[in-house]
C-alpha cells in the first residue's frame, strides 16, 4: 500500500451547545473522522467558545452532558484546540472559564501538555489559511 | 427489541446494545456473551470493566484504536494490542466488549 | 482561499465572522440569503464597502434576482457572478470555507 495522503483537517465550531444538535454531532463527527488518522485540528469561534465552558450540568435538561467527550480527544489524537479570543472576550469570558484539556505527548515521554490555545483573530486567520479542508458545524 | 434475563425484561436496540445503560448487571453482561458462545473470563471482564470507566469518565465509548492504546498503558503492551483483544472479543473488541459492558456502539463502528 | 457565505447579515453573524478571519486578497463569494449584504444603503454597507477594498467580494446573481435585488442596488465594487462563475471561483480556489 502507498502512504496514506495526510491532509490538515480543521473543524470549525460556531454553535453553543444543547440548543441546537450542531455541537454534538460536530463532535462526534471528530471522533469518527480520526481513525482516518488526519492532521487534524478544532477551531472553537462565536457561541462555539460556549462548548468548552467548565462546570457544564445537564442533569436537569434530562440530555446528555457531551463535554466530558472533549477530554477524549487526547485519547483521539485531537491536540490542539484553537479559540478565538475575540469571541471569548465579546462574551465575558478568558482562560480560566474554560475545561481544561490536555494531552499526553506521545513523542515526549507521555508528558501532559495543553490541548487549547486561545489565538487571536489574525493567528486564527492564519490557521484557516493553512488548511487543506475544512469542516463548519 | 428486548432481552430477557432472569424473568427481567430489558429493552435493546435492533443490535442487541442495552437501550439504558443504568439497567446493566453482570448477569446481563453473561447472558449476553452466552448468546454468542463466548464465556466470560477475567481478561474479558478486565476489558469489559475497563469500558465501563472510560465511559463514566467521558461519557464516549472508545474507538477501537483508543481501546487498544488505552488498555496497552493501562494493563501492559502485551494485552494494548489488537490480536489479544480480538482473540477475547472476536467479533470486534470495542464492539463486542461495548455490548457487554452495556454501553452504545462505539462512535464510528458500522 | 474562497469563502462564502449563505446567511442574511441581519439574522446571523456568519458574513462578520468570514471577514474577521478571512485574509487580505481571499475572494468572497455571498450566496442565498448572504446577498442581501450586497445591498447599499443597509446598516452593514459600511462594513461591506469596507471590505471591499480588503477582499474581492462576489455575489450570485440568480440568487439576487429571486429577491427581486437589481444590479444598480448593490454596494459599489461587488462583481455578480452566475452559476458557472461560482463553479470557476470554486475550482480556481484550492480550498472552499463555507460560513453557515
Known amino acids: 500500500m502507498s502512504d496514506p495522503v495526510v491532509k490538515k483537517f480543521m473543524y470549525i465550531n460556531r454553535r453553543a451547545p444543547y440548543g441546537t444538535i450542531y455541537a454534538v454531532e460536530g463532535l462526534e463527527v471528530v471522533l469518527i473522522g480520526a481513525a482516518f488518522e488526519q492532521d487534524v485540528c478544532m477551531a472553537f469561534v462565536d457561541d462555539g467558545v460556549y462548548q468548552l465552558k467548565k462546570n457544564q450540568d445537564t442533569s436537569e435538561l434530562e440530555i446528555k452532558n457531551f463535554s466530558p467527550a472533549y477530554r477524549a480527544l487526547g485519547d483521539y489524537d485531537v491536540n490542539r484546540l484553537y479559540v478565538e479570543r475575540e469571541s471569548l472576550e465579546a462574551r465575558g469570558l478568558g482562560a480560566e472559564d474554560l475545561m481544561e484539556l490536555t494531552y499526553e505527548d506521545e513523542d515526549d515521554d507521555w508528558a501532559e501538555k495543553p490541548s487549547v490555545k486561545i489565538v487571536d483573530r489574525e493567528e486564527l486567520a492564519n490557521l484557516i489559511a493553512e488548511q487543506d479542508v475544512i469542516l463548519n458545524f | 427489541m428486548t432481552l430477557e434475563v432472569s424473568g427481567k425484561t430489558y429493552e435493546t436496540d435492533e443490535e442487541g446494545y442495552l437501550a439504558d445503560l443504568g439497567d446493566w448487571s453482570k448477569e446481563i453482561a453473561e447472558y449476553m456473551a452466552k448468546e454468542d458462545d463466548c464465556d466470560l473470563t477475567e481478561n474479558h471482564w478486565e476489558v469489559i470493566n475497563f469500558l465501563r470507566e472510560y465511559y463514566e469518565e467521558y461519557q464516549i465509548a472508545p474507538a477501537v484504536r483508543v481501546l487498544t492504546k488505552a488498555i496497552g498503558r493501562k494493563l501492559g503492551k502485551d494485552k494494548g494490542n489488537s490480536k489479544y483483544l480480538y482473540e477475547l472479543f472476536p467479533y470486534g473488541p470495542a464492539k463486542q466488549a461495548c455490548k457487554y459492558a452495556g454501553l452504545p456502539k462505539p462512535t464510528g463502528c458500522v | ?100
Open chain 3, 1 to 100: 482561499m474562497l469563502h462564502t457565505v449563505n446567511k442574511s447579515p441581519f439574522e446571523k453573524n456568519s458574513l462578520e465572522t468570514c471577514l474577521r478571519l478571512a485574509k487580505p486578497g481571499n475572494d468572497i463569494l455571498l450566496i442565498e440569503d448572504a446577498v442581501y449584504a450586497a445591498m447599499d444603503g443597509t446598516s452593514v454597507a459600511d462594513t461591506v464597502s469596507t471590505a471591499v477594498e480588503n477582499f474581492k467580494i462576489y455575489v450570485l446573481g440568480p440568487d439576487l434576482a429571486s429577491r427581486g435585488i437589481g444590479q444598480n442596488e448593490l454596494i459599489k465594487g461587488i462583481e455578480v457572478v452566475d452559476y458557472d462563475g461560482f463553479v470557476r471561483l470554486a475550482a480556481e480556489n484550492n480550498t472552499v470555507q463555507s460560513w453557515l
